[in-house]
Nanobody
Framework: QVQLVESGGGLVQAGGSLRLSCVAS????????LGWYRQAPGKQRELVAA???????NYADSVKGRFTISRDNALNTVYLQMNSLKLEDTAIYYC???????????????WGQGTQVTVSS
């Protein structure tokens, strides 16, 4: 079994910062790509940022220059540093982890339970 536990969400004023964390635990052989998605009320889930095992990152245009994704492979953890938060960043944020549970098994994606980020004026 694989568990993803997210933390770090909350209420913050516009212009403020938050740092999200997502820890993967359980039966894990290796972790490939990691990503953060978000879903605002009435909208589809969208990719916010992703990072490869080698550390190459990409971002949605709406968060470039404000958000930074990083990972700690030793801790099976992915982070999302969010600065200069805007009202439109309000959403539930989900981590997604592509991992292999044991050698020879194809990788598959797992979702965290989501953490609420609310930006107020």
């Amino acid at each position: 079994q694989v568990q993803l536990v997210e933390s770090g969400g909350g209420l913050v004023q516009a212009g403020g910062s938050l740092r999200l964390s997502c820890v993967a635990s359980g039966t894990i052989f290796s972790i490939n790509d990691l990503g953060w998605y978000r879903q605002a009320p009435g909208k589809q889930r969208e990719l916010v940022a992703a990072i490869t095992r080698a550390g190459s990152a990409n971002y949605a245009d709406s968060v470039k220059g404000r958000f930074t994704i990083s990972r700690d492979n030793a801790l099976n953890t992915v982070y999302l540093q969010m600065n200069s938060l805007k009202l439109e960043d309000t959403a539930i944020y989900y981590c997604n982890v592509a991992l292999i549970v044991r050698f020879g098994v194809p990788p598959r994606g797992y979702w965290g339970q989501g953490t609420q980020v609310t930006v107020s004026s």
